[in-house]
């Protein structure tokens, strides 16, 4: 049975920092491209980083650049995103998914969404 749960999300202040971490379990995590995505009330989701599979090569929507750093962990299946400089508009709902096919680069737009997420607001 596959499991995916993400944590870490919290209120803090502009300016401040929170590590997201996503813990899976029930499919081979190291074959699969990871992906964080955020979603805020009214808006469309969007994915706000990627790390690919196999050369875990790390890619970033031009909004969290250089605030935003994704990491994964295969030995212990969890992928970990860590933000800094935060901003009110970076409040949201952050979702961990995994690629819906094996051994994907982060140009792939197949994702499967499969935990309840967290929280991060962010407040001015």
Known sequence: ???????????????????????????????????????APGKKRERVSCISSITQTPDYADSVKGRFTISRDNAKNTLSLQMNSL??????????????????????????????GTRVTVSS
Not at 107 to 114: D, P
């Open 87 to 116: 901003k009110p508009e970076d409040t949201a709902m952050y979702y961990c998914a995994p690629s819906q096919a094996q051994y994907q680069n982060c140009y792939t737009n197949a994702w499967n969404f499969w935990g309840q």
């Open 1 to 39: 049975q596959v499991q995916v749960e993400e944590s870490g999300g919290d209120l803090v202040q502009a300016g401040g920092s929170l590590t997201l971490s996503c813990t899976t379990s029930g499919f081979a995590f190291d074959d699969y491209a990871m992906a964080w995505f955020r979603q």
